[in-house]
């Protein structure tokens, strides 16, 4: 059977409601992936996993590989099959990223995880490491700090979600930056590319790992915070 599986830690409504205690080590989650996306305990900054590597693009503005016995309170990721098609798109807006890459999915019933190069134009954007008591993602992420570049060689690793696993992650499309010199990155707001090279990987094996906090254990994660992640992951404060 191939490695058609995505690999993720905790639930994003435990995440916005402030679940930040990182519960898998960097060590021990890179054994299983090599390609996705996250965030490191604390809610310290953006994980951009790529090529077996776990880097963080933190609010500093800064990008740095993150040591073994870190960890992620949350992250998505998978072993990326190399051996699939390479195909060239341009985009002229996150919007049209997003619109052009659903068109191309055979089915939206299943997870996808993007792996992309190119010169891009990007904004990007990133939260400090928090401290407890810890608050909602939803007033944390007033606090980001953003960063834009301009023709900058980099890499874009995404995440495809189905509509029916809302609360447990983030439909639609989750895509975040990382520099092709490796010292810049974050979660994507805004991005447009000329000519980029891109390959997909449809997943169709879900492994869920959750943590075993007192937070996580007690809160009630049925809420309903559709309006609330939108917010977050897609608004620019500038």
Known sequence: MKENKLFQVSTLNALMMGD???SVKVKDFLKHVDTGIGTFDGLDGEAIIFNGKAYNGRATGEVSEMKHDDSFPFACACKFDEKVP??????DSIEDFKSKF??????KNYFYIIKMEGKFNVRVRSCFKQEKPYEPLYKVACDQREFEYHDIDGYVIGLYCPNYVEGMNLPGWHIHFLSKDLTKGGHILKVNSAKASYKINKLDEWRLVLPNDKDFASWNLKEDLKEKTEAVEGSSKK
């Open 102 to 107: 659903e068109s191309l999915l055979p089915s």
């Open 86 to 91: 390479e195909n060239e798109i341009s985009f």
């Open 20 to 22: 930040y205690e990182g």
